[in-house]
């Protein structure tokens, strides 16, 4: 992956971390419907659930997700469709890359298994969001993504509504599954908002 910024451009000052499951690939759509017997596709999910990572492993167990979510990113990453078409993911990466470093951060299960890192990063170049990303950077489960230092974290998992973010920002993509977790919560630094949002966001901190 390209370096972003080039020498003679100025330095950016904000550094901000994209998810990769659930808010730039639509992961679980195709990785779910392989773990069901009776293949019902989209309509798989309890909407009670606040969390795709947990309702999986409750389901299938871990074992089997990890294998099949391995599997589908290693071997069939080409299938995977991205989040949001509606959202511009890309051109609203590029409003992003112009005043900000851009890293996609990813928690997986498997997060040293070179073949899933490689899938992910095949995507990411197939769906042409390569050359506005700094870095992919893979990351263990227990990882807390809120304490690496980014400035901005857009991420689809509402448990880090429940972290004190003092010094940065979270966007929190707007899914039917995360809604519920946010009713009982009374977050002060967070947006819930879309890849539109997230644009918005850094451009006007950036100004
Ligand atoms: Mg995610």
Redesign the pocket.
């Known amino acids: 992956m390209r370096t972003l910024h080039d020498e003679n451009q100025a330095s950016p000052h904000l550094h901000v971390a994209v ?1 990769f ?3 730039l690939a639509w992961t679980m759509e195709s990785v779910v419907p392989k773990l069901q017997d009776d293949d019902t596709g989209p309509e798989w999910f309890d909407e009670s659930q606040i969390d795709y990572y947990e309702w999986v492993i409750d389901e299938f167990g871990a074992e089997e997700f990890r294998e099949v979510y391995d599997q589908t990113m290693s071997e069939e990453w080409r299938y995977i469709k991205p989040w949001g078409y509606e959202y511009s993911t890309r051109r609203n990466l590029q409003q992003m890359a112009n005043v900000a470093t851009v890293d996609v951060v990813t928690k997986q299960p498997s997060a040293n298994h070179d073949a899933v890192i490689d899938g992910k990063n095949k995507w990411l170049v197939e769906q042409g969001l390569d050359t506005l990303i700094d870095r992919l950077i893979s990351v263990d489960m227990d990882v807390d993504k809120s304490r690496l230092g980014y400035d901005v974290l857009i ?3 509402p448990y880090y509504l429940q972290d004190t973010l003092d010094y940065q920002t979270l966007i929190l993509i707007d899914h039917h599954y995360n809604r519920p977790a946010v009713v009982d919560l009374d977050p002060t630094e967070y947006i819930r908002g879309t890849m539109n949002t997230a644009a918005n966001i850094v451009y006007m901190e950036a100004q």
């Open positions: 998810d499951d659930g808010v991420n689809d998992c």
